[in-house]
DNA sequence: CGCACGTTTGAGCACCATCAACTATAGTGG
DNA sequence: CCACTATAGTTGATGGTGCTCAAACGTGCG
């Protein structure tokens, strides 16, 4: 897996499934249907199951690529929503608005996860989706997936499996900020991200963040500030070795007993 | 509404939709069937359209009603997922476990509300539900609601904006968590029970908590010593008044602004 | 009544936020 | 290629918020 990062042009077809001549159709004005069948990410894709057709399931969901720059959002907050969506490449932030301009980051969402789920309630985005860097989307139309999930029980139970999980993974973030200090928040949150790289095939124990320090900050309940004196401090302490944005986990057991 | 407040009785039957001698048959030991259409709190109750049979759907969700007492769980960490729940009466608490004995309470339950929905990902229950005053509960059998929800689509749609719902409202508290001071999180916490409260028919300004400060800290990411002084605070600036664990809200709109 | 428990209030301290200075890095244009 | 700038990150000094420890005060119950 390491070997494709050094390769650009090659990580980037695995990632995105796209050859270049497929890859000109993709454009954030147009997209394109692509099928889910030549993507690499497939295999990882949390919504593999809703848009792959089974044995038993003639039709499945078209999808649509769309290529988003770094800053640009996925969707925003009061957008209607139309799509629930997967991130084919590329790493984003899940913001949530508050009146008086406060804002929290409620998650980060890497290769293969999911994204949107927290409209489904009011028909409305909740927050909003900021790519860190430049991505591709699978754009899921969720009237298509409504009528999947009506027609096919896999699906069904695939969609409310991942709700859950969604509530899951909130409330270990809940558990965190009401009782984890600064270090052990970072500490937790470098273990979360090496074990979603691990599950998606990337070396646990080498990445490169995406995020700031101030985005991990608001993501942990923290100043920016702290969050690199705790860099610092697992770092003094040998658990972890960074130069900017590239961590090196050197004592992972360690790290996950902080 | 007060008025039944005032009168045990009728409130109890109110609430339970049970006459005294249906309430016989229902005990911890012996479930016995209800129909959801004695129930009182059906008007309220966020599962009654799962319940209920409507035109286009001959079958309707065999309800059994449990008594639960103060103390009590409704179903425990790990428990493999058999049931969902709402509440006709009491109030209950759900308690995530962590590894080291730490633990948060994720949330409390008034009468109407659902329970449980964390076991779905992964069909074992991720919290606990502890009963903070004696309860009557109504027990969904899991197996029946997903063969409702494969049969009806306002069933399956109803228990997806229930589940995003639940996403939602943990983003909110992570907002809390993450953003707010000390005195803030009380705040918002008294203005959602306020909010909860009128949305089932109670009073908005005057009502009894039934969990205590060492609860309310934990479900707010703060001590018990904290939680007693934010009070005091608010009171001093004749936002509340309180005795015990009965509050009144002397002003709403202020408190909002906290 | 006495005991247990929940709650309130106080004093001191630790942790993290704030303010501020400095360094590193990347991007831009001469 | 190098200055120049802007942005991100690190580190230090200081203060405030909330935690810890502790004592006193209710309130309910056997």
Redesign the pocket.
């Known amino acids: 897996m390491e070997t494709l990062q050094t390769d650009a042009l090659a990580f980037s077809e695995f990632m995105t499934g796209l050859t270049p001549s497929q890859d000109a159709r993709v454009s954030s004005a147009a997209p394109a249907r692509v099928p889910c069948e030549g993507c690499g990410a497939r295999r990882l894709c949390q919504a593999a199951q809703l848009c792959r057709g089974g044995d038993d399931r003639p039709v499945s969901l078209p999808v649509c690529a769309r290529k988003v720059k770094a800053g640009e959002a996925v969707y925003r907050a009061g957008d209607p929503l139309r799509n629930l969506y997967t991130s084919r490449a590329g790493t984003s932030k899940s913001i949530r608005l508050y009146r008086d301009g406060r804002q929290q980051i409620t998650g980060f969402q890497l290769g293969g996860e999911f994204l949107g789920m927290d409209a489904i309630a009011t028909g409305r985005h909740q927050t909003e989706a900021i790519a860190l860097e430049d991505m591709v989307v699978c754009v899921l139309p969720y009237r298509e997936i409504e009528a999947l999930a009506d027609a096919y029980t896999d699906v069904r139970r695939g969609m409310e499996r991942m709700l859950s999980q969604e509530i899951v993974r909130e409330a270990g973030l809940l558990m965190l900020m009401g009782n984890l ?3 052990e928040r970072v500490a937790a949150f470098l273990v979360d991200l090496s074990d979603r790289y691990a599950e998606r095939g990337y070396s646990a124990l080498a990445f490169t963040l995406r995020m ?3 985005e991990i900050g608001s993501h942990l ?6 969050v ?2 705790m ?2 401090r697992l770092q003094q302490r040998g658990l972890i070795a ?4 590239d961590v090196r986990i050197l004592d992972l057991p360690a790290l996950r007993l902080v």
């Not at 309940?221 to 702290?226: D, F, H, I, R, V």
């Not at 960074?242 to 944005?245: A, D, E, I, R, S």
């Open positions: 200090s600064a270090e700031s320090r101030e309940g923290m100043k920016l500030e702290t690199s004196r860099f610092s960074l130069h900017g944005k």
